[in-house]
């Protein structure tokens, strides 16, 4: 008797604790100990009064039970537990998660119920729980981040970081945008919390080098499932670090690896360096001076052509009204006969070629931009405008075509004007070096000289031959944006193929040539271009002569003076003469076309300046 009294001793004890619960509405509830004396082989009042549930009666759980003789005769019997009376979030959670799709409830992973006590965010206890169902178990605990948990950093990543405890999300297809986005999205949920990288001695170099990539790019503009993203280098649950024999990243595992996206890739291939950073020169000399380089090209164009461009501007404005001023006075400049009279100064065949580079220019603009600062809001909505990254890169693949297509025509037109034009006097070398060619000669230097001068009021300002000094320089830009643009570019359009000859690095080097090289040719053609063409005072706001070919008479002589007077000596000058203007249809679609080109390079000008003020393109 005595030892069944002490055995209920632990029962009055969860009465007393469960009073406010148990007995809040007599009649429903039924005593805890009733329950007890039938259950106590299943239920043990010791550990359910430590648990998490230690303050709720039995029939908060088993609400069937109002009838405590009928449950005794075997007439009413509980049903399963509705856990959302009380885990409202929990059940919202775990209705859309995969384990609801797949009929896992809730006493499936909660098989402890009655003596489940709290977890106070220790992640091993989640792993635990996750591998009596999942077959990872091993793969994961011989990870990086299961090594870590287990030496007790909490902060490495368990199974709910990257699935959630109840959200868990269905996985998808392997090419679906969610399934790709997750393969990124959970490892930067860790990895880009620089004061958590920096509490476990972690670098995060790695998401500012991956984001800095063209895989990385694509990803942040919204098409993960166009690229690698983290786990498919890394794995996603057996994350190893370099040096191990047995990770993914290890240099004897990287060919199955890269493989995996580029089938052709070789050894020489896997010597891309992931993250590598430009700015490193310790770790990475070569992308280092290489980008030491390319900024030097940049900053040194741009100081140069930009300075000649201010100083033009305000000489030219100058020079207008001082025009303006002396016909207010009476006085004219110069007296021409037929001042209005159109002369041809390029064919049909230049302004074709022309059209062509202003299609592929504005089309590799369009779809490069985005691609440079994608993490700029436009870039993202650029690309969604352009039907998303697959579709802006074969737009871009076909003007970079159409670019190779305007470069060789150049190179036989220059063999041409070389070796077979009847009409040009002396030999190939005169050829490369007269008045007629767009190579580089000694007059330049005294046209350069004369237009400084004429800059800061020391002269007159000079005539020109056929070809000025920046248009000689715009004209073999082509030549060289052809080789870095070019080359960098079919570089990485075909990796497997160079990657078959030339190091992994080599690509890093590319992407910053053909980055950098891009932003020059750009930035260039939208300021230093457009305003030597167009917004030059004495042109402004458009000149028209390579849409249609002509030029006034007077222009001709202001212009291009020493032009018209070999011509003249020459007594050349009327067959250049052109009876019969361009039609006004041409003209009024062609003049349509000319502005919405500058202007769509304005607007991107516009977009770039903006990136740049806003520390974008990185």
């Known amino acids: 008797m005595f030892t069944s009294i002490f055995r209920l001793i632990p029962f009055f004890l969860l ?89 896992v409830k809730c006493a499936d992973c909660h098989t402890d119920a009655h003596t489940h006590t709290y977890w106070k965010g220790d992640k091993n206890t989640v792993v635990a729980k996750c591998v009596q169902c999942h077959d990872q178990e091993e793969v994961y605990r011989d990870s990086a981040h299961g090594k870590a948990l287990a030496a007790g950093k909490q902060d490495s990543a368990a199974c709910n970081d990257c699935h959630n405890l109840h959200e868990i999300k269905a996985m ?34 790695a998401v500012k080098t991956y984001m800095e990539s063209y895989h990385g790019k694509n990803y942040r503009l919204g098409f993960p499932e166009l690229v690698a993203g983290c786990a498919d280098c890394h794995t996603a649950h057996s994350v190893l670090p370099e040096s191990d024999e047995k990770s993914s990243v290890n240099e004897m595992n990287l060919v199955q690896t890269c493989g995996q996206c580029h089938e052709k890739s070789s050894p020489l291939f896997t010597q891309y360096y992931a993250h590598g950073e430009m700015t490193d020169r310790e770790n990475f000399p070569i992308l280092f001076y290489t980008f030491i380089g390319m900024t030097g090209l940049l900053v040194g164009t741009f100081a140069v052509f930009w300075i000649h461009t201010l100083l033009w501007m305000f000489r030219g404005f100058v020079e207008n009204r001082e025009k303006q001023r002396a016909l207010r006075d009476g006085h004219v400049h110069h007296s021409i006969s037929d ?198 005072p004495e042109k402004f706001p458009m000149d028209f002569v390579i849409f249609n070919g002509e030029m006034a008479k007077e222009e001709f002589i202001e212009e291009r003076g020493d032009q018209w007077k070999r011509y003249e000596e020459a007594g050349v000058t009327e067959s250049y003469a052109k009876l019969k203007p361009s039609g006004i249809l041409y003209d009024f679609f062609i003049k349509g076309f000319g502005f919405i080109a500058l202007f769509t390079g304005l607007g991107l000008l516009a977009l770039m300046l903006l990136a740049f003020l806003t520390g974008g393109g990185h």
């Open 339 to 536: 001042p209005h009279k159109v002369y041809r100064r390029f064919n049909k065949r230049h302004i074709f070629l022309h059209l062509l580079v202003i299609i592929s220019f504005l089309g590799l603009s369009l779809t490069g931009l985005p691609l440079k600062f994608s993490d700029q809001f436009w870039a993202r909505f650029m690309m969604e405008h352009f039907g998303g990254a697959a579709a802006a890169g074969l737009v871009h693949r076909i003007c970079a075509v159409i670019t190779f297509v305007y470069f060789g025509s150049a190179i036989l037109m220059s063999i041409h004007f070389l070796f077979i034009r009847k009409d040009l006097p002396g030999g190939w070398l005169q050829r490369l070096f007269g008045p007629d060619s767009l190579c580089p000669n000694l007059r330049d230097i005294k046209d350069v000289t004369a237009m400084v001068r004429w800059f800061f009021f020391r002269g007159q300002k000079p005539t020109f031959e056929r070809w000025t000094y920046w248009e000689k320089f715009d004209f073999l830009a082509v030549f060289w944006g052809m080789f870095a643009i070019g080359g960098s570019g079919l570089m990485l359009w075909f990796p497997e193929i160079f990657g078959a000859f030339l190091p992994g690095w080599a690509f890093n080097v590319a992407t910053i040539v053909h980055s950098d090289e891009a932003l020059l040719a750009t930035g260039f053609i939208f300021t230093v271009h457009f305003f030597n063409t167009h917004g030059r």
């Open 15 to 103: 009465v007393l604790l469960l009073a406010p619960c148990a007995f809040a509405q007599q009649g429903m509830a039924i005593d805890p100990a009733d329950c007890l004396e039938c259950h106590e082989d299943v239920v043990s009042a010791k550990a359910y009064a430590g648990s998490v549930h230690g303050k709720n009666a039995c029939t908060s759980c088993h609400t069937e039970l109002a009838d405590l003789n009928a449950h005794k005769n075997g007439d009413l019997m509980p049903g399963p537990v509705n856990c959302s009376r009380c885990h409202k979030k929990e059940t919202a959670e775990h209705y859309a998660s995969v384990h609801m799709l797949n009929d």
């Open 172 to 205: 998808g297809d392997h090419s679906d945008h969610v399934n790709r986005d997750f393969h990124t999205k959970v490892c930067l949920k860790c990895h880009a919390d620089e004061e958590m990288m920096a509490r476990n001695g972690v670098l995060n170099v």
